[in-house]
């Protein structure tokens, strides 16, 4: 599992057109789903997500997580993040889940993120979707559940 996450001051996704889901301050995430993921690989991302001290103090020093700050999620799927890309022009999705189980740990992301208290807001699986946001920094970093 690959997740993108974003320290935004806003962030907002749209599908034809219409708002679905919107924050204030907090993550943007974007989460790929391997096919090979279960559900640990998403505990183990809703972990480091919720915990991982990316967020400013008052001096400036990034020492509070997500959690510490009571800032928000906005948690959007995106396949495109298992690309194999190094052969020719054309990515190859292989690495991708299933649509069936990719969106199984999706929801299971989400919910283990709003089990942590948090507020998470989302896009919609598998539609065409336009994401806004104002990255603030810019804070970005790449978290692959693979690498642990």
Request: charged share 20%; no cysteine.
């Amino acid at each position: 599992m690959i997740a993108v996450l974003q320290r935004v001051k806003e962030a907002q996704v749209a599908v034809a057109g219409e708002v679905v889901g919107s924050i204030g301050p907090g993550l943007a995430i974007l989460l790929g789903v391997h096919q090979n993921d279960t559900e640990e690989d998403s505990n183990f991302l809703v972990e480091k997500t919720a915990t991982l001290r990316i967020f400013n103090d008052a001096v400036g020093k990034m020492n509070h997580s997500l959690l510490d700050t009571g800032g928000s999620a906005l948690v959007v799927s995106q396949f495109t993040l298992l690309a194999d890309w190094r052969k020719g022009r054309r990515p190859s999705y292989t690495k991708a889940a299933e649509p069936v189980l990719a969106d199984q740990l999706y929801r299971h992301f989400n919910r283990q993120l709003a089990r942590k208290g948090l507020t998470v807001a989302t896009g919609t699986f598998g539609a065409a979707m336009e994401v806004s946001l104002v990255n603030e920094g810019p804070v970005t970093f790449v978290l692959d559940s693979r690498e642990r």
